[in-house]
């Protein structure tokens, strides 16, 4: 069965420092891989996609995700977090056709300190 | 262009009732699906409407079942409540024709079923 895991229930970076979010999953196929951001009262913002190509992908507010088959992973990175970055990030992994039934990891909060 | 719309924001039931949650899809999409995302946990699945028919389901009871209308609206109903019901509901709109398409989010029903 599909699954993602999220090792990570909390990080918390000081604004400006670097930040990696690690997601592992588990499914048969070529997967298609999402990160998401939720804040709080909204709903859920596409940050960044993957489904083949180039294992690094970039995606909108300076986040990017590297693609590593053998490992299972697929980490989310940003070179220097702001103060907005602060949300809870979610993993996701696309099934069936299209890839557009999503499976979620139970997501990492990230707090920002000044 | 207005944005996936969800009503209520908030809902509380007692145990053994029922709930119909509704879901306004994004102009233009024919595909919505709805999730369960419990507290602490990521979005669970629940199940996809393509063309008012249903295009997959997650595992959920029966007692969760869906429509969507002619103009691409849904509801989510659930009967019988339970106490584990408890949860943000998602629903998510995109336009499937024969490639991904990236799904959007409302921003949610936070059902409370006492």
Known sequence: AQSVTQPDIHITVSEGASLELRCNYSYGATPYLFWYVQSPGQGLQLLLKYFSGDTLVQGIKGFEAEFKRSQSSFNLRKPSVHWSDAAEYFCAVGVGEYGNKLVFGAGTILRVKS | ?114
Do not use: M
């Open chain 2, 1 to 114: 262009e207005t944005g996936v719309t969800q009503s209520p924001t908030h809902l509380i039931k007692t145990r053994g009732q029922q709930v119909t949650l509704r879901c306004s899809s994004q102009s233009g999409h024919n595909t919505v699906s709805w999730y369960q995302q419990a507290l602490g946990q990521g979005p669970q699945f629940i199940f996809q409407y393509y063309r008012e028919e249903e295009n997959g389901r997650g595992n959920f009871p029966p007692r969760f079942s869906g429509l969507q209308f002619p103009n691409y609206s849904s509801e989510l109903n659930v009967n019988a409540l339970e106490l584990d019901d408890s949860a943000l509901y998602l629903c998510a709109s995109s336009f499937v024709a024969g490639a991904y398409n990236e799904q959007f989010f409302g921003p949610g029903t936070r059902l409370t079923v006492l």
